[in-house]
């Protein structure tokens, strides 16, 4: 089982940008398809995006344009870039490890979670 550990979060102002990473280990991570989730309070958990092993990303509609993924299998890190930040961007993030290489939008197609950091946009 891969085990994640995301860093990056914090307050921003609305317009503003940040950059989650989300270190994992184990030997799995290579061929795993990685994702980012979020949840914002009194809400579900939300896909934001997930990136395969070979490169091919997938973004939900709300983040398309602002967001970018990109992974670093030599550093076992995948990373979330956040542009043109807005208040409904606030919420906890969540990197997640797929149980398969393919293409995963699904909360319960992620077998490995890590904690979570906190994103807070300001109006």
């Known amino acids: 089982q891969v085990q994640l550990v995301e860093s990056g979060g914090g307050l921003v102002q609305a317009g503003g940008s940040l950059r989650l990473s989300c270190a994992a280990s184990g030997r799995t991570f290579r061929w795993a398809t990685m994702g980012w989730f979020r949840q914002a309070p009194g809400k579900e958990r939300e896909f934001v995006g997930s990136?395969?092993?070979?490169?091919?990303?997938y973004y939900a509609d709300s983040v398309k344009g602002r967001f970018a993924i990109s992974r670093d299998n030599a550093k076992n890190t995948v990373y979330l870039q956040m542009n043109s930040l807005k208040p409904e961007d606030t919420a906890v993030y969540y990197c997640a490890a797929g149980d398969t290489g393919g293409v995963l939008k699904e909360a319960a197609d992620f077998r490995s979670w890590g904690q979570g950091t906190q994103v807070t946009v300001s109006s």
């Open positions: 990136i395969r092993s070979g490169g091919s990303i």
